[in-house]
T-cell receptor, first 112, second 110 residues
Framework: DAGVIQSPRHEVTEMGQEVTLRCKLISGHNSLFWYRQTMMRGLELLIYFNNNVPIDDSGMPEDRFSAKMPNASFSTLKIQPSEPRDSAVYFC??????????FGDGTRLSIL | SQELEQSPQSLIVQEGKNLTINCTSSKTLYGLYWYKQKYGEGLIFLMMLQKGGEEKSHEKITAKLDEKKQQSSLHITASQPSHAGIYLCGAGGGSEKLVFGKGTKLTVNP
């Protein structure tokens, strides 16, 4: 079975540009989580969805960040405009109710 | 909010040695997850513990949750270079948000 698929794996862009990260859930999973990992802060939850509905977005840093689930198997995380402090590895994870979360391989984002 | 503290932050052992990583919670744990991460890769699920006193093993890795459900340990027996990586504990889970510890970086020298 295919796992959680994230794209791109690496993204380097200049500050001020729009960045879109993509995530394909494992088929049949109904919960979707976006995380950010940095050396200083570790792994932090940004937002999560149950059945396509955002449940908790309290971890989203500011209005420059937005996440959507246009359908049950796909999600995007957008940063506009991007800033150097947004540089991090971004992970998405999916799960079934009360089951362990399965993580993608992450997107390594560098904002110059 | 729940906080998880892991110790040690890093660990260097000789191949064949046993080791233990600890995860302590500020609140009662209702679901405790152990993940392993290799550099440049995502998190790999290892084990989930839910009941006080529960213990699970997979190959040479054993995880325990104490009776009070506020502390968990991960024990590796006869470590191998393939065990190297970052081990993270997470609380919550399933369709609820996971809070993670900062991780323990394990190096196993051949």
């Amino acid at each position: 079975d295919a796992g959680v698929i994230q794209s791109p794996r690496h993204e380097v862009t200049e500050m001020g540009q729009e960045v879109t990260l993509r995530c394909k859930l494992i088929s049949g999973h109904n919960s979707l989580f976006w995380y950010r990992q940095t050396m200083m802060r570790g792994l932090e939850l940004l937002i999560y969805f149950n059945n396509n509905v955002p449940i908790d977005d309290s971890g989203m840093p500011e209005d420059r960040f937005s996440a959507k689930m246009p359908n049950a198997s796909f999600s995007t995380l957008k940063i506009q405009p991007s800033e150097p402090r947004d540089s991090a590895v971004y992970f998405c994870a999916s799960s079934l109710l009360n089951q362990p979360q399965h993580f993608g391989d992450g997107t390594r984002l560098s904002i110059l | 909010s729940q906080e998880l503290e892991q110790s040690p932050q890093s660990l260097i052992v000789q191949e064949g040695k046993n080791l233990t990583i600890n995860c302590t919670s500020s609140k009662t744990l209702y679901g405790l997850y152990w993940y392993k991460q290799k550099y440049g890769e995502g998190l790999i699920f290892l084990m989930m513990l839910q009941k006080g006193g529960e213990e699970k093993s997979h190959e040479k890795i054993t995880a325990k949750l104490d009776e009070k459900k506020q502390q968990s340990s991960l024990h590796i027996t006869a470590s191998q270079p393939s065990h190297a990586g970052i081990y993270l504990c997470g609380a919550g889970g399933g369709s609820e948000k996971l809070v993670f510890g900062k991780g323990t970086k394990l190096t196993v020298n051949p």
